[in-house]
């Protein structure tokens, strides 16, 4: 979808990518080829989650510091390609493991997000330490709340909210390693997650196979606050996808059908 860059545009772009496992250094070269020709043609560039590793429940193995090669990656990448950056990574903070999603901008700006919801089937809950805060960045104007995988299956911990005449986000991100038998439900929850907070979701799921046989496959997508899926990446597909999206056409919507006035107020105990 191509359209004149206004204000209040936001280029977002999925990257749908095989992850080589436990290897860094090799997703690093990867990426570097892959996301090259994003440069100065897009505003926020969304990964996989654990994009540099595939997802892992070996933290001891391969966990890193924030001073480490993975987030100055992001850092160097998000300069690189003048455009913000969104991707997951291992974290070690005082003994302590964390699947943490970073937010790159060119300016050097890094914020983060610890997942609060620990895949309890595969062992995360185990071995990494739980989130407490959301996180809400900007970017060009938007408001952008980004979250892990199984985070998507608690609708409680993504709602949205209006208060003072303002909505807590506009964009809802979630980056996964999303197995391909949950298909559905991925697909499902992300256009729920849209309805229900009047937003736009973008959903980015990793393809292949990892190192524990799980097959991924994918079905990235972007989806407008009625539901409407208005991009989808192939299943199986090693692909960048860009779409132009308007936050007036969100505003517009907002006004017209004001949900917000409606939605229950509450607070979440950790």
Not at 116 to 130: D, P, S, V
Not at 203 to 216: A, I
């Amino acid at each position: 979808m191509e359209e004149k860059n206004k204000k209040d545009n936001l280029r977002i772009s999925l990257v749908q990518a095989h992850l080589v496992w436990e290897n860094p250094e090799k997703n690093f070269d990867n990426f570097d080829k892959e996301l090259s020709p994003l440069q100065g043609k897009t505003d926020l560039i969304i990964l996989p989650e654990m994009f540099n590793t595939g997802f892992s429940v070996h933290p001891s193995d391969i966990a890193e510091s924030m001073d480490g090669p993975s987030v100055n990656y992001l850092k160097k990448k998000s300069v690189e390609l003048n455009a913000a950056i969104i991707a997951s990574i291992i974290i070690e903070e005082e003994a302590k493991y964390y699947n943490r999603l970073i937010y790159a901008t060119p300016d050097g700006v890094i914020e983060y997000y610890d997942k609060k919801h620990l895949f309890r089937m595969g062992g995360e809950h185990h071995r990494f330490e739980a989130g407490t805060d959301t996180l809400v960045v900007k970017c060009k104007g938007w408001k952008i709340m980004p979250l892990i995988c199984y985070d998507l299956r608690f609708p409680v911990w993504a709602r949205n909210y209006y208060k003072e005449e303002q909505y807590k986000y506009d964009l809802l991100v979630y980056i996964a390693n999303w197995p391909a038998p949950r298909s559905t439900p991925w697909k499902t929850l992300l256009q729920a997650r849209a309805i229900e907070n009047q937003c736009f979701v973008a959903g980015v799921n990793r393809v292949g196979e990892d190192g524990n046989n799980l097959q991924y496959s994918g079905d990235s997508a972007l989806i407008d606050a009625k539901g409407n899926v208005i991009s989808s990446i192939k299943p199986h597909e090693v692909k960048i996808e860009t779409i132009v999206v308007r936050l007036e056409e969100l505003t517009d919507f907002r006004k017209k059908f004001h949900l917000g006035l409606d939605w229950d107020s509450f607070t979440i105990e950790n």
